[in-house]
């Protein structure tokens, strides 16, 4: 059974940094992981994707900001977000899309940066 756990998220002052961590459990045929966001009254909105080939992308909002890495004999990856602005605030979602199964959420983790 496929299971998505997030973790890092917190309370971070504007300007800081916080470490989100999403390991995939179950399976080995992990073929993208997306982070998304979804801030209160706002509709959930995609902010960083990495493939299982490596190739990254990161949405406009997030991009010089966050980083990706990987630690794959774990099936975790780290989201790095510096320099946080309180307009990151939402909670933060992980999925994966794993080969011939399908889509699976994480609970989602709660990042909260005061200005």
């Known amino acids: 059974q496929v299971r998505v756990v997030e973790s890092g998220g917190g309370l971070v002052q504007s300007g800081g940094s916080l470490r989100l961590s999403c390991t995939v459990l179950?399976?080995?045929?992990?073929?993208?992981i997306n982070w998304y966001r979804q801030a209160p009254e706002k509709r959930r909105e995609l902010v960083a994707t990495?493939?299982?080939?490596?190739?990254?992308y990161y949405e406009p909002f997030v991009r010089g900001r966050f980083t990706f890495s990987e630690k794959h004999a774990e099936n975790t990856v780290n989201l790095q977000m510096n320099h946080l602005k309180s307009e990151d605030t939402a909670v933060y979602y992980c999925?994966?899309?794993?080969?011939?199964?399908?889509?699976?959420w994480g609970q989602g983790t709660q990042v909260t940066v005061s200005s």
């Open positions: 999925k994966a899309v794993v080969d011939a199964v399908g889509e699976f």
């Open positions: 179950g399976t080995s045929s992990i073929r993208v």
């Open positions: 990495i493939f299982i080939d490596g190739t990254i």
